[in-house]
């Protein structure tokens, strides 16, 4: 690594730490002389000048937390002398003209995908199997056994068969050889020949909702389900309700109406309530949801052009490296997919939490600036209701790898959003139907924002990470992307991409978004699955509006 330190924006008063430094190390920067009076972690910030306590601390070029107590130049910055501190917001006062990146390269480039009947297009060709309340998620589990094993869909069963063996040498009495156990590395199992080559998969939406709760949140939960069936990722569905529970399937097809009108899928909804026996209902839900699978996989893969990629930006397991290296990266991304008539969806609302201003002031017009303002006055006034708060944001783990304050987080956190315009501003669970770069209210919960940007119509999703995460959705490919080559060497079973390189200074901002974007359209085209769909990482859960961070 050349450079050792590294500031952001002129306008900053830490530097970042590319590596390990001791207390007493000299570090030269800008023609400038810093001895450290304090170790300094790799990730972490040192003052470049003397703070008195309610000084700001700048990143970024905005004020990212305050001083607690004097902090000598050269002094580490932690969460025992500096607090949480956020610049104030307020309506849209400027705005900001905007110039998109050269797309010459790009326009012509195409990926393959699933032409749908309204016009959209998806990256896979999925058929989804959801119950409406928690009551069907023993019937979810009879159903996914049955149709996973049977038709190839289940992932390899590497665990069961080491099971097999242990069981094998316990039945041999041989116990010291269990202790000693090693599965063999070469070992290879395969599952069951896909018996509908062109379904990518038959994914199972369990939850823990439908009844009990609020109507907010049971109508919030059709609406999301409504978003999954009706995107184009997906082929049809198969629905399993009980029949009295709040989540009712009329709101559902209130919910899929106001996003598909007229819907050109199957959709089979099975009430178990109106059945003579859960075996009857069953027994029918397979015979029909065997035929949707037979129509399903007719589909055939066609060109598409990059205008039809609308793309989730997402971080998760944030690093001090995360708004250097990955997040900027798909940020110059999205601005790319944007200029070219596509969409990038930017959530995580906790985590845009100090950046609200120079957001508001990209928003093509007062109204959207104004619903921006509303959502994330509300989400904070919720949080507060409840004793808590944006502060609280950050988690043990991004603070122990250099996010102190959750300003400094979602200073690097709003990078993912590029520098485009944002020509809308999505409520949760709100579809997107606006091409740019669209806001959207949700938790920075992993699972939680990615199953909203599911929701919304991501048919691919950018996830970047300096902690490492395996987080997956059950029917958008999630693309993970190492902020350092530390974790993607370590990690290397759930990483696809390595950001490391513009830590280093091997590769810009630029080049990364560059790499990255040739890799989407591979994944968008089936010709490369990621580490979470390998894995068979399809996490999914319901955000219900109270407080989740």
């Not at 601390?57 to 910055?77: F, H, K, Q």
């Not at 006034?381 to 250099?402: L, T, W």
Request: glycine letters at 10%.
């Amino acid at each position: 690594m050349t450079r050792k330190v590294l500031q952001i924006d002129a306008r900053d008063n830490v530097l970042i730490a590319l590596c390990d430094f001791s207390r007493g190390a000299t570090l030269d920067f800008a023609q400038q002389s810093f001895t450290l009076t304090s170790d300094v972690p790799a990730k972490h910030k040192f003052a470049t000048r003397d703070f008195l306590p309610g000084d700001s601390i700048v990143m970024y070029g905005v004020p990212v937390g305050e001083a607690l107590r004097p902090i000598s130049r050269g002094e580490a910055i932690t969460t025992l002398n500096v607090r949480h501190s956020a610049a104030a917001f307020h309506r849209k006062d400027s705005g900001q003209a905007w110039t998109p990146p050269d797309v010459r390269a790009w326009k012509t480039k195409t990926f393959q995908g699933f032409h749908r009947g309204d016009g959209r297009v998806g990256t896979r060709n999925h058929w989804v199997v959801l119950p409406l309340v928690f009551c069907e998620n023993r019937n979810l589990a009879v159903l996914q056994q049955a149709f996973s094993e049977e038709l190839g869909f289940a992932a390899p069963q590497i665990y069961r068969h080491q099971v097999a063996d242990l069981a094998r040498l316990y039945h041999e009495g041989k116990l010291d050889e269990i202790a000693g156990y090693q599965p063999a590395e070469d070992l290879k199992v395969t599952g069951l020949k896909k018996v509908f080559p062109h379904v990518d998969g038959l994914k199972f939406l369990l939850h823990e909702s439908g009844c009990g709760g609020t109507r907010e949140d049971a109508r919030n939960l059709c609406a999301l389900f409504a978003g999954y069936v009706a995107h184009p990722n997906v082929a049809g569905a198969t629905v399993l309700s009980l029949g009295c529970q709040n989540a009712q399937v009329s709101i559902l097809r209130e919910e899929l109406a106001r996003r598909s009108p007229k819907l050109q899928k199957p959709l089979l909804v099975f009430e178990q309530q109106q059945w003579p026996s859960e075996r009857a209902m069953l027994s029918a839900a397979v015979r029909d949801t065997f035929l949707g699978l037979v129509e399903a996989d007719n589909a055939v893969r066609q060109a598409a052009p990059l205008s039809q990629l609308t793309v989730g930006l997402k971080c998760g397991g944030s690093d001090g490296f995360s708004g250097i290296s990955a997040n900027p990266a798909i940020g110059h991304l999205s601005d790319v997919v944007v200029a070219l008539g596509g969409t990038g969806i930017l959530s995580e609302f906790p985590e845009l939490c100090g950046v609200e201003q120079e957001l508001i002031n990209r928003c093509v017009d007062d109204a959207v600036a104004e619903r921006f303002m509303e959502l994330m006055r509300d989400y904070a006034a919720r949080a507060k209701a409840v004793r808590s708060g944006f502060e609280m944001n950050p988690s043990p783990g991004n603070i122990r790898d250099g996010l102190i304050t959750d300003a400094m987080k979602s200073a690097g956190a709003a990078k993912k959003g590029g520098t485009s315009p944002v020509t809308a501003v999505l409520d949760y669970p709100e579809p997107s139907r606006t091409p740019g770069l669209n806001l959207q209210c949700t938790p920075g919960n992993d699972v939680e924002c990615v199953t909203a940007q599911a929701a919304a119509g991501a048919n691919i999703v950018l996830f970047t990470t300096g902690l490492g995460t395996p987080t997956g959705n059950p029917i958008t490919p999630v693309v993970k992307i190492a902020t350092n080559s530390s974790l993607a060497s370590r990690m290397s079973d759930i990483i696809d991409f390595d950001a490391g390189g513009v830590v280093s200074g091997e590769m810009t901002i630029e080049e990364a978004g560059q790499s990255i974007l040739d890799l989407v359209i591979r994944v968008a085209s089936g010709e490369v699955f990621t580490k979470a769909e390998n894995l068979a990482q399809n996490d999914f859960i319901p955000w219900k509006r109270g407080v989740s961070l």
